[in-house]
């Protein structure tokens, strides 16, 4: 083949190149992709609603948690329970046991007074209870603390800043127990059937 030939043969081909129409896909046609849209779909969180009910909770209007308790119910004062009162116990509670004692004894824990029978419908001990005090038909009843007395014993330290736990128990029972019970057969008694706990802390020093 001449060259003339060939030369003619590449202009043909050139020309049949640039008069064929060019076939374009719409936009609209194409998938469109944002690199800020997610791969995934996720679910949103599910969070529980808030609950409309107060904690279960112990308190004093004689002092803050925390904070010192007044000499009044120590043995350097009159020596005599504070009040305390609590709010939202729990549903089904039938009794509550309160405990209050101090883990900082140089001898270990000591015990400073177990109270039990407390009605399911009382929301306070007021100053100064005594042991037997009558709600309608039901009495109160002091368990036996680290002096071996059923009765209140406050504050008293050797030295130094000590703690004071009240602990109020909720209970789906009202516990058999005879009369100056020690603390252990109070606790034995409640096992398995605390629905409920609260403390409040106050400290004393010496």
């Not at 046609?29 to 849209?37: C, G, I, Q």
């Not at 009044?72 to 209050?100: D, F, H, K």
């Not at 368990?143 to 406050?154: F, T, V």
């Not at 009240?166 to 057969?185: C, G, S, T």
Request: with cysteine; charged share 10%; aromatic share 10%.
């Amino acid at each position: 083949m001449s060259i003339h030939r060939i030369s003619l043969f590449v202009f043909l081909s050139l020309l049949w190149t640039a008069c064929t129409p060019v076939i374009s896909t719409p936009e609209s046609a194409l998938p469109s992709f944002s690199p800020t849209s997610p791969v995934l779909a996720t679910e949103p969180p599910i969070t529980a609603p808030e609950s409309t009910l107060s904690p279960f909770s112990l308190t004093s209007p004689a002092f803050a948690a925390g904070a010192v308790i007044p000499e009044r119910y120590t043995c350097r004062g009159e020596n005599v329970s504070p009040p305390l009162s609590w709010s939202n116990p729990p549903a089904g509670t039938q009794s509550l046991v309160l405990i209050m004692d101090d883990p900082d004894a140089p001898l270990g824990t000591w015990v400073h007074w177990v109270v039990y029978y407390i009605p399911a419908n009382v929301h306070t001990l007021e100053e100064n209870i005594q042991n037997g005090h009558r709600y309608d038909d039901v009495a109160l009843a002091f368990g036996k603390n680290s002096w071996g007395k059923a009765a209140y014993g406050g504050p008293c330290p050797p030295s130094g800043t000590h703690h004071y736990v009240f602990q109020l128990y909720a209970l789906d029972i009202v516990p058999n127990l005879p009369e100056m019970a020690e603390r252990k057969a109070v606790e034995a008694a409640m096992q398995g059937h605390v629905l409920g706990y609260s403390e409040l802390i106050g400290i004393f020093s010496h």
